[in-house]
């Protein structure tokens, strides 16, 4: 069955230090990948997506990720983190277009001073 | 960042009452879906519309869920009889034409049924 899995609930980092969120996807075929952000009493915003092709995708606010077929991964990371990065980060898996997202559980990001 | 309208913000109802939310998708999207995050931050896909025809949708076998997106109206998501079980934040997102991979969602109306 397809699925998505994030193994840390949560993280805490330091501003200014660096960000890696694990995901793992479970999918026959080539999914695409998705990381969404969640502010809190927000909704979801969109980080990046990655269709097949070059496996290192260039998202917004300094974000990237790496899918790796092999390892079934999709990480997400972040060289730099500020204070405003405090969300929760959902990855989410979609079998073509138009059909509904599947979800990890998130990653809660805490920033620290 | 998206154009999704959700109203309203915010849901209290009590056990077997109706609830009844509503989403404007963004300007020329026209695929709308629903979910329904919980507590625990489990997503539950509810239903989907392209235009005004169902795409896929859950087994609704409870009958207690209805949607639908009229042309010229919002999308709507109704509970006719509210469970506590039902309270969580429920989502619409929609995609642009070309591009139905991406989901742009809104705020959420975030239902809590006592």
């Known amino acids: 069955a397809q699925s998505v899995t994030q193994p840390d609930a949560r993280v805490t980092v330091s501003e200014g230090a660096s960000l890696q969120l694990r995901c793992k996807y479970s999918y026959f075929g080539t999914p695409y990948l998705f990381w969404y952000v969640q502010y809190p009493r927000q909704g979801l915003q969109l980080l990046l997506k990655?269709?097949?092709?070059?496996?290192v995708v260039q998202g917004v606010n300094g974000f990237e990720a790496e899918f790796s077929k092999s390892n079934s991964s999709f990480h997400l990371r972040k060289a730099s983190v500020h204070w405003s990065d405090w969300a929760v980060y959902f990855c989410a898996v979609s079998p073509v277009g138009g059909r509904a997202l599947i979800f990890g559980t998130g990653t809660t990001v805490s920033v620290s001073p | 960042n998206s154009k999704v309208i959700q109203t309203p913000r915010y849901l209290v109802k009590g056990q077997g009452q109706k609830a009844k939310m509503r989403c404007i998708p963004e300007?020329?999207?026209?695929?709308v879906f629903w979910y329904q995050q919980n507590k625990n931050n489990e997503f539950k896909f509810l239903i989907n519309f392209q235009n005004q025809e169902v795409l896929q949708q859950i087994d609704m076998t409870e009958k207690r869920f209805s949607a639908e997106c009229p042309s010229n109206s919002p999308c709507s998501l109704e509970i006719q009889s509210s469970e506590a079980g039902d309270s969580a934040l429920y989502l619409c997102?929609?995609?642009?034409?070309?591009?139905?991979?991406?989901?742009?969602f809104g705020p959420g109306t975030r239902l809590l049924v006592l």
């Open positions: 997102a929609s995609s642009p034409p070309g591009n139905q991979d991406t989901q742009y």
């Open positions: 990655y269709y097949p092709g070059d496996p």
């Open positions: 300007k020329g999207h026209p695929v």
